[in-house]
């Protein structure tokens, strides 16, 4: 199969990497130069684990390349794949879809011989229609159809998903597409990959009802922790206690800062938006979008009380800054929240983060940035750990507490039992669990 993919952003790249990983002939298409140059030097743009060898590997077998040029790389696929940005528009939340409906328009100049055009992006329910409507507009003549193939990929372990998937959806409106479709995805049979095939609306609203779901699981779980905390309940307990009810299921009952990246923020606020256009507003994805909004900054707060009301003049060492390990992905993080909370509070921030302190300083350049956890500890009067990046997970208590001037850490993703911290005379403050004495 050929494919083109157009968009070499995260989600582009990730699946045409994969699929060229299948045996597939891939072309990504991007229109920054800039972007496609370091591609074809072997440089990735972002951070995601497996990604560097995986393309490298395919690009080296002759069946990975890239290019700005996308009218030879559409009129040589038999399927396109938009993998276009999808931003929340300013002002009123819903899905940006100007790159989808561009890359529309310029995929129907180029179209030549049956093509499925895939939808990949994240796209509100009848988007589908609307890209099939601007292709027939501009090329009457042209033999193609248009499908739905939302991703289920979690930044940081995006291969994996891709490669291994809980399921694989397709929204095709007709056969023949169907079976290209089928045809993309025939590697992954042996993994036994259960692939659904539905109408396009159906496989639209099936990704956005997925992500408002595990939203809306976190949002639950985020409040009976702070239910926990006012009765002397553990969190981590009741989320055990849950989880092994398999109707509950075990998975993202992780209670912390609050959800942020790429997704589920911008997800769930599209679904709200387009809910409450059609006229049947979800109140329960609303009250989700509300909540967790202000948990981030109430995450601030917590900060202070922990301080003991105060965090005027004092130094706050962050560790983690992107919205989650193992990505350096910086977009709807909740310590965005939490550096500008504190910061209002009077404090001063150095924060610490494996991968994410490049994109973190175009964002926040008014702090200070250390190399390892513990000079950024150093001196400091709280230590907070923000993201559970297995480089935190062994932290020695023994040097932190020599070193820092107050001994206090707040453990906002429960990476630590309270009780080994305290050990070492800090204040230790987790999310949902009760606070041992000191
Ligand atoms: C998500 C979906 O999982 C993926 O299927 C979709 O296609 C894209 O959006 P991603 O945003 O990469 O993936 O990360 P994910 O691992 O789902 O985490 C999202 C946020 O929820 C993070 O901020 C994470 O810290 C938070 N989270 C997750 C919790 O707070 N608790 C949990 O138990 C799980």
Known sequence: MKIAMIGAGYVGLVSGACFADFGHTVCCVDNDPAKIEALEQGRIPIFEPGLNTLVADNVRQNRLTFTTDLTSAVAAADT??????????????????????????????????????????????????????????????????????????????AIGDFKRPDRIVIGADDARAANVMNEVYRPLYLNQAPILVT??????????????????????????????????????????????????????????????????????????????????????????VAVNDQRKRAMARKIVTACGGSVRGKTIALLGLTFKPNTDDMRDAPSLSIVAGLQDAGARIRAHDPEGMEGAKHLMPDIAYADDPYSCAEGADALVIVTEWNAFRALDWALLADSMAVRVVVDLRNVYRGEDVARHGFHYVGIGVPTPEA
């Open 80 to 157: 396109v794949f938009i993998a276009v940005g999808t931003p929340s528009r300013r002002g009123d939340g819903f899905a940006d879809l100007s790159y989808v409906y561009a890359a529309a328009r310029d995929i129907a100049a180029a179209l030549t011989g049956y093509t499925v055009v895939v939808t990949k992006s994240t796209v509100p329910v009848g988007t589908g229609d609307e890209v099939e409507r601007i292709i027939r507009e501009a090329r009457p003549d042209a033999d193609f159809a248009v499908v739905s193939n939302p991703e289920f990929l979690r930044e940081g372990a």
């Open 199 to 288: 109408g396009r609306r159906t496989a639209e609203l099936t990704k956005y009802a997925a992500n408002a779901f595990l939203a809306t699981k976190i949002t639950f779980i985020n409040e009976i922790a702070d239910l926990c905390e006012q009765v002397g309940a553990n969190v981590q307990e009741v989320a055990r206690g849950i989880g092994l009810d398999n109707r509950i299921g075990s998975k993202f009952l992780h209670a912390g800062p609050g959800y942020g990246g790429s997704c589920f923020p911008k997800d769930t606020l599209a679904l709200v938006k387009t809910a409450q256009d059609c006229g049947t507003p979800i109140r329960l994805v609303e009250a989700v």
